[in-house]
């Protein structure tokens, strides 16, 4: 990686890890600070975004709107991975776009999602980061650079922050913003200058879809324990209760639970030959038709 470096790092936490391994690496932003602003649609009735917000939080914003003329829109950027892979790409960049130019027009937008509160301040929408561990290592340092609230302070009404009249964002990020972007373009403009290039350099690093997902799916379990502290955050003593009578149940039947995350990656080894069946063009399923009948010649 040295060869290529330095390595540009979206938090403190990876330019960090990456150094102690004799990596070079900088802290350069997430590149979704450099998405452009959206089409601007006077909407017929103003409205204000809550992104995965905490309910507590949700019943208090409609408690504030309540006799405004401000709609509400309810929000999530949770996606299940069997519509993912049955979604083509086009489809999802699409939703994409729709969902950032919904952002770009609100009177504010108020989240606990990291890759929610970044293109707003791309984009220049106010936005109110509302999660109780805005601090770790995810968001270190953007929660300096956003409006920031506790949830709970936000329920109490400790929360200075005016949805019917928002403040602007913070511009400490502008200097990040303006360097990713200068790097891009220098980046592309070089690409372009090549011409043709050679990508079996490039090749020998891909991995199959069903690798990919496989790792992801491992990825996301080993990660749900820490995941679960942060959000715990934003959930309320009864949420939390429940939550841990659900892990005690687990914890009783592990075995079943074992079994169920096995009959789950079998399932997601069958979406993936589905999305491979719907996204595979069909020069790509002659090719492979050809080959099958090539390899039955062979054995005869």
């Known amino acids: ?38 089409k601007r649609i006077k909407p017929e009735k103003e409205y204000v975004c809550l ?24 929000i999530t950027h949770t996606v299940l991975m069997e519509d993912q892979l049955a979604t083509p790409f086009e489809q999802r960049m699409q939703k994409a776009e729709e969902l950032l130019t919904l ?15 970044l293109p707003c301040l791309a984009m220049d929408v106010p936005v109110l980061l509302a999660m109780k561990n805005a601090k ?14 506790v949830p709970i302070n936000y329920v109490r009404g400790e929360c200075d922050y005016d949805i019917t009249n928002p403040p602007a964002n913070p511009t400490a990020y502008r200097e990040y913003r303006d ?13 372009e200058s090549l011409g043709d290039v050679d990508t079996d350099d490039i090749d020998r690093f891909k991995k199959s879809d069903i690798s990919v997902a496989i790792w992801r799916n491992r990825k ?8 679960e502290k942060e959000l715990n955050g ?13 892990k005690a149940q687990i914890r ?21 030959a589905q999305a491979r069946r719907i996204y595979d063009s069909p020069e790509k399923k002659e090719e492979r038709k050809r080959a099958r009948e090539a390899a039955k010649k062979a054995k005869l």
């Open 1 to 38: 990686m040295n060869n290529y470096g330095p390595v540009g790092c979206r938090d403190y936490y990876t330019r960090d890890n990456l150094r102690k391994l004799g990596i070079n690496a900088d802290f350069t932003g997430c590149i979704t600070l450099a998405l452009p602003k959206q």
């Open 51 to 74: 992104v995965d917000v905490a309910k507590p939080v949700e019943r208090k914003v409609r408690e504030q709107l309540k006799d405004t003329n401000i709609d509400v829109k309810v």
């Open 103 to 117: 952002y770009q027009n609100a009177k504010c937008v108020i989240t606990r999602r990291l890759h929610a509160a």
């Open 136 to 149: 770790s290592i995810r968001f270190n340092p953007y929660a300096e650079w956003l409006n920031y609230c």
């Open 179 to 191: 360097k990713i972007i200068k790097s891009v373009e220098s980046f592309v403009k070089k690409c």
């Open 220 to 227: 996301m379990k080993k990660t749900a324990e820490i995941w």
């Open 234 to 246: 934003d959930l309320t003593e009864d949420e939390i209760a429940k939550n841990n009578e659900l």
């Open 252 to 272: 009783k039947n592990r075995f079943k639970f074992r079994t169920q995350n096995k009959i789950y990656d079998k399932l997601l080894l069958r979406y993936l």
